[in-house]
Nanobody, 127 residues
Framework: QVQLVESGGGLVQAGGSLRLSCTASGRASSSYTMGWFRQAPGKEREFVAVIRSGTSTYYANSVKGRFTISRDNAKNTVYLQMNSLKPEDTAVYSC?????????????????????WGQGTQVTVAS
């Protein structure tokens, strides 16, 4: 079992920045592929970014160039640095852990590829 806890959400003005954290506990958590997803009211869950247990990353086009995913395996923590935030980035952001293997990192853009989920943290971007 892996438990995930997100933090770092909040209210920010458009153009501002936030850094989300996701701390994992449980066996072998550093070996999981970790993803960030978001869900706005009335919308489906949307892929944001993913990072393998190494450094390979993949981003949704909507956040590419503005968001950066990273991980510190010694701290069992994954980060999502969000810059140049827009009102349309407003959502509940959740991290997820996948034990499923694929040579194609795009495999992890689907929520169904993940085995564990955090509770989420609210990000609100005011215009």
């Amino acid at each position: 079992q892996v438990q995930l806890v997100e933090s770092g959400g909040g209210l920010v003005q458009a153009g501002g920045s936030l850094r989300l954290s996701c701390t994992a506990s449980g066996r072998a958590s550093s070996s999981y592929t970790m993803g960030w997803f978001r869900q706005a009211p009335g919308k489906e869950r949307e892929f944001v970014a993913v990072i393998r247990s190494g450094t390979s990353t993949y981003y949704a086009n909507s956040v590419k160039g503005r968001f950066t995913i990273s991980r510190d395996n010694a701290k069992n923590t994954v980060y999502l640095q969000m810059n140049s935030l827009k009102p349309e980035d407003t959502a509940v952001y959740s991290c997820a852990a996948s034990a499923q293997g694929s040579t194609w990192i795009g495999f992890y853009a689907s929520p169904g590829r993940y085995d564990y989920w955090g509770q989420g943290t609210q990000v609100t971007v005011a215009s």
